[in-house]
């Protein structure tokens, strides 16, 4: 990788992008094996400074410095304050809130500009999706001037809770005779929670942003818990998120995140160490022994195995030994700068780790079975599992961020086709960013470069088991796929609502209506192979095709292990599909 330019495929790029789409998939996937996206480092760098000094540091400063704590420098005296421990979840709460974490940047399709979020979510008539229908008041799919006023109270309170003095609490000084600093008013976390929900319920876009299945229960554990059992329930919420998250990783999909996700980091510079998580480079891109081991080993096994350790231990020595796993974990994951790039959410996650586990550990009177009432144990369990198994059964109901089948693989998904020329209709959307192509080229690279760049994208969602669906839907239903423009549909869903983190869900035929309103497309000129995750019970995934002028013109299913046994670029064909729908006239 060059550190002001990307690495592209060592092929003409002007003939590259003449070649029929399942050749360029072969070319991009290879190229991806040995250096993923091929991001400039430059962008790297960017992202590193922005996590270090930005938000750690920055968060850290914040919060000792409105805590009456010394400076940040002095780690040892600030690392186990249960202030500290809440304030940084709210700082973290309010960058996702402005656009400034997660989903930020160029690995987000994001270049010019870099954010999305306040800049968009604050203004009139924005495109805004609602998560169920059946939810009153919630009717439309523009932002009103409620909605804006919603959003930017609830960044007013989250900041103001934030930088305000800790205040007394009995139970904290029972726990900690010697402390001073006390904890955030649990009257000023209530308007955030009840701001939360509001906007949650209208907006699912802000609702996930601002991940608000993990940190709306932390709120809660805050305001109504006394101090001890604040504490165990926050080590019971992160653990549900950790073995829920190790869970989803069982079944045939998250083998397939490992290889492209190894090969997108600029901290393993080895090709054969990058090509050894492939079965046979270049013949062969499905995963290798060696993925399947890191995807069911330190990958599902451990992130239920070292969580139920740190909830169980009554031993310092095998606390340490799962803090240090879990942290390595978190730290191996930011390595990687994946494409939603949830950065932040892995350094907090790193910390509350040894916050929780460490400074309050199991033998001090802080262990699960130490909370005051077995009844209340039980019912925080019931309640931090209720959407990861209503998502794992019904994932059209619920997005797979609640469901915690974060990095699963087994995704909602889609990809976008433009016939030629047809995708700057999109321009006429009310939206937060240009088209990426755009971004590029309005950042100083030629056409040419710019889009053989953005399609590395495409390749990305092919090395992963639903993209080799997704173009087996588009192959048999679109004749014309080779002249059209192809478009992963996260990066692009990215640049209309200003936020993406991998969920489909977010660009699923509510987003598509939405901008077929200022649009216009015409019949054919924009069609979407969309596909739901799988639950947990079958083997089969729901697909749908989607003509933006038309609405739904297909419905069908394929078997999960047709994808996986088939390459990246389908060299025998499209996978199997069973059409169980299909618009009368449409498709032939």
């Known amino acids: 990788m060059g550190f002001i330019k990307p690495t592209l495929p060592d092929v003409d790029l002007e003939e590259f992008l003449q070649m029929p789409l399942r050749e360029r998939l072969r070319i991009m996937t290879l190229k991806w094996a040995d250096h993923g996206l091929g991001t400039p480092r430059m962008i790297h760098v960017i992202y590193i400074v922005k996590l270090v000094f930005f938000y750690a540091l920055g968060g850290v400063a914040i919060a000792t410095a409105t805590s009456h704590l010394p400076a940040f420098w002095h780690v040892s005296q600030w690392w186990n304050q249960p202030i500290v421990y809440q304030k940084v979840i709210l700082w973290t709460i309010l960058l996702e809130l402005i656009g400034l974490a997660g989903s930020w940047g160029p690995l987000a399709g994001k270049t010019k500009p870099m954010t999305g979020g306040i800049r968009f979510w604050a203004k009139l008539n924005t495109i805004r999706l609602r998560p169920w229908k059946a939810v009153p008041f919630t009717n439309g799919d523009r932002r009103t001037w409620f909605d804006i006023v919603v959003y930017l109270a609830l960044i007013v309170t989250v900041t103001i809770a934030m930088v305000s003095p800790g205040v007394h609490s009995d139970s904290l000084s029972a726990a900690l005779p010697g402390n001073t600093s006390g904890l955030v008013s649990p009257m000023l976390l209530i308007a955030p929670m009840v701001l939360l929900v509001v906007i949650g319920l209208r907006d699912k876009t802000i609702f996930l942003a601002a991940r608000g299945e993990q940190y709306l229960p932390a709120l809660l554990f805050f305001t109504v818990l006394p101090f001890a059992d604040m504490i165990i329930a926050g080590k019971l919420l992160i653990g549900t998120v950790w073995i829920w998250a190790g869970i989803s990783k069982f079944g045939m999909h998250f083998t397939n995140v490992i290889p492209p996700m190894v090969s997108n980091s600029p901290l393993i510079p080895f090709k054969w160490l990058k090509r050894a998580h492939y079965r046979n480079f270049p013949d062969d891109l499905r995963p290798s022994h060696l993925a399947t081991f890191m995807a069911h080993g330190p990958g599902s096994f451990v992130e239920i195995v070292a969580p139920l350790a740190l909830l169980l231990s009554p031993w310092p020595w095998l606390t340490i030994a799962a803090a240090v796993v879990m942290v390595s974990f978190h730290l191996f994951i930011i390595s990687t700068f994946p494409l939603a790039v949830p950065v932040e959410w892995n350094v907090l996650f790193a910390y509350i780790t040894i916050f929780l586990f460490i400074g309050f550990p199991n033998w001090d009177g802080y262990a699960i079975w130490d909370m005051s009432s077995p009844w209340l144990t039980a019912g925080l369990l019931i309640g931090l599992c209720f959407f990861p198994v209503l998502g794992n059964l019904r ?31 999109l321009n006429r ?6 088209n990426t192509v755009d971004q590029y080229i309005n950042f100083g690279w030629d056409p040419v470069t710019a889009e053989a760049f953005t399609q590395q994208v495409t390749a990305w969602r092919a090395m992963h088991s639903q993209g080799r669906g997704l173009y087996s839907v588009l192959l048999k239903c679109l004749p014309d796929i080779d002249t059209r423009t192809v478009r992963e549909g996260e990066m692009s869903c990215n640049t209309i609502i200003g936020f993406n983190f991998g969920d489909g869900h977010l660009h699923n035929e509510d987003l598509i209506r939405a901008i077929q309103s200022e649009a216009q497309f015409e019949p054919g000129e924009f069609v979407i192979a969309w596909v739901e995750s799988q639950p947990i019970h079958k083997k089969t995934q729901e697909y749908k095709v989607i003509d933006a002028a038309l609405g739904v013109i297909e419905r069908g299913t394929w078997n999960v292990k047709d994808l996986v046994d088939e390459q990246p670029w389908l060299p025998n064909g499209p996978i199997p599909l069973n059409v169980t729908w299909q618009r009368a006239g449409v498709l032939h």
């Open 395 to 425: 994932p059209d109901l619920v997005s797979f961020l609640p469901a915690m089948r974060q990095y699963a693989g087994n995704w909602a998904s889609a990809v976008w086709t433009f016939t030629p020329g047809a995708e700057q209709k």
């Open 429 to 434: 959307v009310t939206r937060c960013s240009p």
